[in-house]
């Protein structure tokens, strides 16, 4: 089982960044994905989740109207669009599939926001 996260890197506030997870080992389609970060000295925290057809997402509120969570079932990826970047979106971006018990995390991409 891989979760594997790209498209990290440096950016000025107010640009945009986007995520990907490429998922492999499992059944990917059956799997509800969330993108987390933990920022330096806090606790992970969830920031966008997807269902395992993509009709259903949800976001936390620091987000909202800024991030999109996306999904292609046929590539077995997840996508995290982020728009508008804030000094305080700078964190370790984590990848995560769930399916009852099971549970995988990806091995993180780093964000920083900053002029």
């Known amino acids: 089982v891989q979760l594997v996260e790209s498209g990290g890197g440096l950016v000025q506030p107010g640009g945009s960044l986007r995520l990907s997870c490429a998922a492999s080992g499992f059944t990917f389609s059956r799997y509800v994905m969330s993108w987390y970060r933990q920022a330096l000295g806090k606790e992970r925290e969830s920031v966008a989740v997807?269902?395992?057809?993509?009709?259903?997402?949800n976001y936390a509120d620091s987000v909202k109207g800024r991030f999109t969570i996306s999904r292609d079932n046929a590539k077995n990826t997840v996508y995290l669009q982020m728009n508008s970047l804030k000094p305080e979106d700078t964190a370790v971006y984590y990848c995560?599939?769930?399916?009852?018990?099971?549970?995988?995390w990806g091995q993180g991409t780093q964000v920083t926001v900053s002029s």
């Open positions: 997807i269902s395992s057809t993509g009709g259903i997402t």
């Open positions: 995560h599939g769930a399916s009852g018990p099971m549970g995988y």
